[in-house]
């Protein structure tokens, strides 16, 4: 399984972001290997229109099969993680990624 946390920085110290499509970038933490990676989002961070959707495709790219955000994952942006097949957990607030994990790890 692969967990991608949207995140303002780099390492399970970095708090997890607020926002969804406009995160700074987002950490993967694959269980199975148990690694964290930092993925920035910086190519969707300024853009316009589209966002949530970009941002959510993004994430898909990166194999993620479970999404961590601080706040919400917007409609749109929630159709394309749902029909990837990838769970959401919203709302977790701006944490540590590591107490978001601890708090995420057995759902």
């Known amino acids: 399984m692969k967990i991608a946390f949207s995140a303002q920085g780099e390492g399970w110290e970095a708090l997890v972001n607020q926002k969804f499509g406009r995160a700074t970038g987002f950490a993967l933490y694959d269980v199975a290997n148990d690694k964290l990676t930092y993925h ?8 316009e229109h589209g966002v949530g959707i970009q941002t959510a495709q993004f994430v898909a790219s990166l194999g993620a099969n479970k999404v961590v955000t601080g706040g919400n994952v917007g409609p749109k942006a929630t159709e394309v993680l749902n029909r990837a097949g990838i769970e ?3 709302f977790v607030g701006e944490v540590p990624i590591r107490e978001a994990y601890n708090k995420i790890k057995n759902t």
């Open 40 to 47: 920035s989002n910086g190519s969707n961070l300024n853009a």
């Open 88 to 90: 959401i957990v919203e």
